[in-house]
Each structure stands twice: as C-alpha cells, then as structure tokens.
C-alpha cells in the first residue's frame, strides 16, 4: 500500500491525502460521539465546521487558483441560503426528506450560480484591489436587499416588498416566509455532521478535479499570466466566469447547509465579517492550498469556541494574524530564515522541500 | 499565395504613428527576419500580428483569411503563435503543464467531462501528455517536465516558450528575441534549433533579433526598419552591403 502510494502522481498522492484527512476526521468524531465522549457546545459546532470548510475550498478556488481577491464570498453564502432554506420550508412537509434536502441544496447552488454570473460579468473586467472593493460592495448589497426583503404567499399567489410586512398585501391567512430583518424563522432543522460530510466531499471531488483537468490549467494559466494565457488561445472572460460561478455554487450549497442548522435565518449573519473571515481560512491555510483550507476552516471554527473568553477580540486577532501570515509568506528575509530552517530538516533525507500544489 | 501577407499595416498611439506603410510577404516555410534599431517598432508589429494592438491602417491576411484587428484568442486559433522579449511563462505551473495549456484548442474537452472524470477525459489527457512529451523532447526539457516553469534556468525558459507555441500547432511562428541573454553557444544551438523546428514542422518562422549573426546565419528574407518605416527588404547579403541599414544601426545620415 505505502509503496503504491510512492509511485503515484505526486497530484494524485497529495489528493488521496486530503481525502483521508477527511474522512478519518468523520470517522473519528463519530466513533468520539458514539461512545459519549463529545461535549453539546462541540457537536454544535460539526455542521458550523463543515459549511465554513466548503465555504474555504470554493473561495480558494477563486483567490488560489483564478488569483483574485474576492471579499463578498458571504453573499453568495447568504443567497444559497436564503433560497434553499425557503424551498425547504415550502416543501419540507410535503416531500420526504432524502429527496426535499438534496433540492433545497440544488436550488440554493443554482441561484448562488445565478448571482454568480450576475456579480461575475461587470467585477470580473476587473482585477487586483478593484475587484476586491467591487465583490466587497456586491456582498453588502445582497445582504442589505435580503435584510430589506418581505415575501409572503397567499391563495392569490406570491407577494413580496422591500418596504414593510403590510405592503405586501397578504390576505389574513397569508402566510410570511421572509419577514425583513427577521429572516426566515421556524426552520425545521435538517442539517446533519453527515450530510456537511457527504457535502464536503463533493465539494472535494468536484474542486480537485476541476483543477486537474483542462478548464483548471487555463484558469491557472491566466492566474500567472493573462497576456501569454490569451496568446496560446484561451478565453479570459469565459475561464474567469467559470471559475467564480463555480466558488458561487459551492458558497451556496454551503450556505444552505448553514441555514438548515438552526431555526432561524437572518441577512445579518452573512456580512462583510464573514467574507472576511472565510478569507482567513484561505490565507491561513495557504492559498492555493485546498488541503490547508480545510484545516484552518476547521480549527478556526472550534478555536473561538474553545477560547470563548476572547470571542470578543476575534475579529482583531483575526486581522493580526492575517498581517504575519503575510509577512511570513512574502518578507524576503523571513524567506529566507525559512529556507535555511527547512533546509536544516530536509538535507537529512537528502531531498529539498516542495511546495504543494494541491 | 503566400502565408502570411501585410499590407500598408500602420498604428498611431494618439499623435505618435509608431509604424506606418508596412508591407511584409511570408512564404509558407520561409524563416523571416524583422530587424532595426530599438525603438524601430518591431515588436509593436508583433503586437500587431498576435491581436494584442489594433491597427489603425492597413490589413493582415493569413493563409487568406483577414485577421486584422482580431482578439488575441482568435489569431490564436487562426494559426499565428508567439514567444515574448521578456519571458511569459505560467510560473507556478509545471514544464509539462505550460505546454499542455498551449494545446487548449487542439485537444478539447469540456468542464463536465474534467469534472465528472467521463471516459474522454482519460483518453485526451493521454493523448496531451504523450504529444507534450514529444515536444518537451525536441527542446531537451522532458527531464524537467515536473519542474515548475520559474525553476527552469533561463535559457531553458525560452526553450519552453517556444514550445508551449508550437503546441498550439501554429502556422506561423513569431519569436521574439529568442537569443536575448544567450552566449554565443547557446545561441548556435538556439539556431539549429529553430532550423529544425521549421523543417520538422514545415512552420514558417519569423523573428525578431539583436544578434546579427543569427539573424544572417538562419533567415532567407529580412525586413529591415526604422523609425516605424520599412528601410530596406531582402536577403542577408544585401542587407549587410545596405548604405540605408548601416546608417540606421551606426548613425550618420
């Protein structure tokens, strides 16, 4: 088996990793809970972790892999949400739950998609810090008209206002689905440690094959250089589109794991915070680095729960970190002590350190 | 008919006319070489060529197909490949990956079949690979395909530019300044190089070069100009003996 390994793609070796980490990581916390040995506040937090790991996979596939900045990642969260939730309002009584669950999640990956295309064609003519502000002012602007949308269904059909609940016009036995800033509530929970599981490895499979496969080569062509991507034939606007409506599907579908978690969803919970958040799993993990997003989303999803004392200072602690991690990764002479460090370490085995692609 | 036809080709940037009244024949086959002074506006004509400007007079016609003006992408597909005066390569992306991306438009595949790993993936992959191989090892670089692109050395680097552009199976090759930074071994084997790969391919190749030794050692027909004007045409001996070129290059008037 070890030596199986040995000889397989360097690609393919590092992918299986990943997955394993994965899936012993499920297993383990299954086999914990089984026996009774995980606290409430923990397991509360597993479907939390699964959501904000899909979350950091699908924006690394647009700051690692397209190179660029995308701060309104939690808007398309929020919208994946907000869609998928309310399908599952809808039909959640109706339908049984193994068929009404993947829709909810179909749904909400479709419209997360739409909006995708919606922000991608004007942002994506863009690039660098512009892009970044533009993403950062879309993702306020769909958490502002969702916090300011009241939509309700009656016998007469759907009515819906940005105004107040009365300008709907629903009739006395209407029924409010989305009532402004209050959200959605009454959410029957669905949202289980296995379904983010099962979710997170979709994501996994899709993302990492993608990557490896023609679109992936020519959206990472155009990361490293746009003028000789164009020049060996390849369509920016059409392989930059692809990869952001894809991070758009996937923010979605995590979005609607979210919002199945708990009984009430509000616009509020997908602010610029989140965005931001969701970077530092991706930076903190290395970018371009899916293996590393995947434990940074993890532990810095148990951390604050764990540290509860400096939950207030989250946010501050957050943007330190960020400021070293650059520092780390980009000053030369911090390079270069790493360098001399790892170099220490690797001569022994008489090969030099790579970097990891995947 | 040729393959490559120029004419009258012209580009102002706003008060600027940066090259003006081009005409230029490639023979299919034909190694061509474009020279001047710097500053004469040849790789503003390769810009010209690629899609990269648009020209403000003049037409471009290859293999009797008008691709003046045409995106980048287009010209691409249309059959006209180029290297850079200062290198582009995707650096973070494998030597064999640079010149599997080159193939984007000879072996396709779409999103779904990469993502759903469907029975055609496989079979395109294989076939990229083994043509990519094969062009690494004219180049002498498929030892170091699973390199990253910025590790290679420099020479190497431009090698594996000329490779990812022969790998989108060009009709005409465009390489700019391909011994820049070269000794002169290197250069040889740059020369017998690119004399291969013309024959080998049955491309036709045209080149922007410094080094006159080069440039007369491979190129059957030579354009010379200046100041944006076509100052002299012809083969390397009479552009060696040409009163007007060596006033360009040495100064006078």
């Known amino acids: 088996m070890l030596s199986r390994l040995k000889t397989m793609k ?12 994965v899936i012993v990581f499920y297993l383990v916390v299954q086999i914990l809970s089984g026996a009774g040995l995980t606290t409430r506040s923990f397991e509360g937090q597993l479907v939390p972790i699964c959501a904000y790991v899909v979350l950091a996979i699908s924006l690394n596939l647009t700051v690692g892999f397209l190179g660029e900045l995308s701060l309104g990642h939690a808007g398309f969260m929020s919208v994946g949400a907000f869609s998928g939730v309310l399908l599952w309002t809808l039909v959640g009584d109706s339908l049984p739950a193994f068929v009404a669950i993947p829709l909810a999640f179909i749904v909400g990956g ?52 940005l105004t107040d609940a009365n300008s709907m016009g629903l009739s006395a036995d209407g029924e409010t689905l989305i009532n402004g800033a209050m959200g959605i509530t009454g959410i029957k929970k669905a949202s289980t440690f296995t379904i983010g599981f099962v979710l997170i490895l979709i994501t996994l499979i899709v993302i990492l094959n993608l990557i490896n496969s023609r679109t992936g080569r020519a959206i990472m062509a155009i990361r490293d250089n746009e003028i000789a991507a164009q020049s060996v034939g390849i369509n920016l606007t059409r392989f930059k589109l692809t990869a952001f409506v894809v991070s758009a599907v996937f923010a979605g579908f995590a979005g609607v794991l979210y919002g199945l978690n708990y009984s009430s969803l509000v616009a509020s919970r997908f602010d610029y915070n989140t965005s931001i958040q969701i ?8 970018i371009g680095s899916i293996r590393g997003s995947i434990i940074a989303a993890a532990l810095l999803t148990v951390l604050p729960e764990v540290l509860r004392g400096l939950q207030d200072y989250r946010m501050l602690i957050y943007a330190i970190v960020l400021i070293v991690v650059m520092i780390f990764n980009q000053s030369p002479q911090i390079i270069a002590w790493r360098k001399r460090i790892i170099g220490r370490f690797s001569s022994k085995k008489g090969e030099p350190e790579k970097k990891e692609v995947a | 008919m040729a393959l490559l036809e120029v004419s009258n080709l012209g580009i102002a940037f706003g008060g600027l006319q940066a090259v003006s009244q081009l005409d230029m024949t490639i023979e299919k086959g034909h190694l061509y070489g474009l020279i001047g002074p710097n500053g004469a506006g040849k790789t503003t004509v390769f810009n010209m060529l690629t899609g990269v400007y648009r020209p403000t007079e003049g037409n471009i016609v290859l293999d009797g197909q008008d691709i003046t ?8 597909k249309a059959g006209i490949a180029r290297t850079f005066q200062n290198i582009r390569l995707f ?39 083994r043509k990519a191989h094969a062009l690494l090892k004219i180049f002498d670089l498929d030892g170091e395909a699973n390199l990253k692109a910025s590790q290679l050395p420099y020479g190497k680097q431009r090698k594996l530019e000329i490779a990812r552009a022969l790998a989108t199976n060009p009709k005409l090759l465009l390489l700019d300044e391909p011994a820049a930074g070269m000794n002169p071994n290197e250069t040889a084997e740059l020369m017998n190089t690119v004399r291969s790969v013309r024959d080998q391919f049955g491309i036709a190749i045209l080149l922007i070069e410094h080094d006159m030794n080069f440039v007369m050692g491979i190129c059957e027909e030579i354009t010379v100009l200046d100041y944006g004007r076509v100052i002299a045409h012809g083969d390397g001996k009479s552009i060696r003996n040409n009163p007007k070129v060596i006033a360009a290059y040495l100064g006078g008037d």
Request: glycine letters at 12%; charged letters at 15%.
């Open chain 2, 69 to 76: 003006g045409k995106t980048p992408e287009a010209i691409s």
């Open chain 1, 10 to 21: 360097k690609t393919t070796r590092s992918n299986l990793i990943t997955f394993g980490i």
């Open chain 1, 279 to 286: 970077l530092v799993f991706v930076v903190l993990g290395g």
């Open chain 1, 110 to 161: 479709i419209v997360a998609g739409i909006f995708g295309v919606i922000v991608g064609v004007p942002v994506l003519r863009l690039s660098g810090d512009y892009l970044a502000i533009v993403t950062l002012a879309f993702g306020e602007i769909i958490k502002n008209i969702i916090n300011a949308l009241y939509l309700g269904v009656d016998e007469n059909g759907v009515h819906f206002s």
């Open chain 2, 91 to 129: 650096d973070e992306m494998s030597v064999l990956d640079n010149v599997k991306v080159g193939m984007h438009n000879q072996v396709q595949y779409g999103l779904w079949t990469g993502i759903l790993r469907l029975p055609a993936y496989r079979e395109k992959e294989h076939e990229m690979n």
